[in-house]
């Protein structure tokens, strides 16, 4: 169990990220390496998907204004271990301590998620018919979050770097 631990804040602490630029993990990516480093160590686990709002986060409004859609799907980890199940997520760096909630996990326990979901089920990849149909609505419905995703790791990055400032 202490293996799973260590696996957990090694890989929850690399920087989180949103808009696929280098040097940072989205929650989906940080999930699946985490799932392949506990198979390793013998420990089985599923990824889930859920639902959450970005106005239930800290961020600044001048960001959450460039979103036009507010849902984002949100992806953790269901852990079977010693005869127990928790969900975990590692999505959220330590370094952003100040600003988003950071989880902990005891190797038993269920963690705290990035922030409250709704609808989570266990994770399936899309068909491409329902990937092409998505794309459509974002670009028919001006839901394009590139711009979104920038500013929101530009905001983390310079969190990041203040909190390396003041250790």
Known sequence: MQKAVILFEKIRDLPYG???????WSCYQKCVYLQRELQKVGIASQLLIGVFNWQDLPIPDRILKLRQC????HVMLRVFINGSVCNIDPSIDDKLVSILPIAQWDGVSSTITMAPLKHLRIYQP???HERISSR??????????EKFYTELDS?????RIKSRLTE
């Not at 507010?70 to 799907?73: G, S, T």
């Not at 609505?137 to 839901?143: A, E, I």
């Not at 905001?155 to 969190?159: K, V």
């Open 136 to 145: 459509l609505r974002h670009q028919f419905f001006g839901c394009n979050p």
């Open 70 to 73: 507010r849902n984002e799907r």
């Open 126 to 128: 899309y068909s491409l």
């Open 18 to 24: 949103t808009s696929s630029n280098d040097g940072v």
């Open 155 to 159: 905001w983390l990055t310079a969190h």
